[in-house]
Structure formats: C-alpha cells, structure tokens
C-alpha cells in the first residue's frame, strides 16, 4: 500500500514560481530517499532533484541549481519541490520516486523503486 502523490502543477510565466508536493502513505518516510525526475514531450525521464533519507544531503542537476530547493517533512510525509525562476524548458510532467537509502542520494531513476503518477508544470508566456 505504499503510494506516492504529487500535487503543485500547473501553468505559470516565465520567471515565476511553483512548489510541488509529494504526499507519502503507506510507509515510514524517514528510511527513504526520495527523488524528482521530469519527462518533456519527446525526451528521456531525466534527475531533477533527490533528498536523502538519513542525513537529509541533497543533490540537484545542474541545470536548476541555484533555483530549485527541495526539502522533506518526516512527520507529515511530505517531500517539497521548491521551484523559482522557472524557464519554459522546466516544461515536463514531474514525478517523485522513492527507494530504501542512506547518507547520500543519486538521481538515477533505476535506482528508484516506487512512483508517483506525476504532475504537469508547463511554463509559456
């Protein structure tokens, strides 16, 4: 019964900001990892974003450092996706994705074993 649900999408402008949630159930958020990836039209599910479950080290593609924050509420189940400055090739469906994990987190979506159904951010003027 382990799920995880985004919420947080939509359409915004250029420059503006968005959060998305990751709403965990069905297990205890404090061993896991967890991680955002995004899928454009056309393109391959790539790494946004991780967290990690014990030392809370995260971890950011180079294309959002600097823009994007992730964070995590343990007591509520609940992982941030903190978006500012947004681009329109920020464009995607983004999911979160968990798996069993310690100090340090990667962004490899096969190492992530259950997923979210993903939330579409689309940034156009």
């Known amino acids: 019964q382990l799920q995880l649900v985004e919420s947080g999408g939509g359409l915004v402008q250029p420059g503006g900001s968005l959060r998305l949630s990751c709403k965990a159930s069905?297990?205890?958020?404090?061993?896991?990892?967890i991680g955002w990836f995004r899928q454009a039209p056309g393109k391959e599910r790539e790494g946004v974003s991780c967290?990690?479950?014990?030392?809370?080290?995260?971890n950011y593609a180079d294309s959002v450092k600097g823009r994007f924050t992730i964070s995590r509420d343990n007591a509520k189940k609940i992982v941030y996706l903190q978006m500012n400055s947004l681009k329109p090739e920020d464009t995607a469906v983004y999911y979160c994705?968990?798996?069993?994990?310690?100090?340090?987190?990667?962004?490899?979506?096969?190492?992530?074993?259950?997923w979210g159904q993903g939330t579409q951010v689309t940034v156009s003027s």
């Open positions: 994705a968990a798996k069993v994990s310690g100090y340090v987190c990667h962004m490899d979506k096969n190492e992530y074993n259950y």
């Open positions: 069905g297990f205890t958020l404090d061993y896991y990892s």
């Open positions: 967290i990690a479950s014990s030392s809370g080290t995260t």
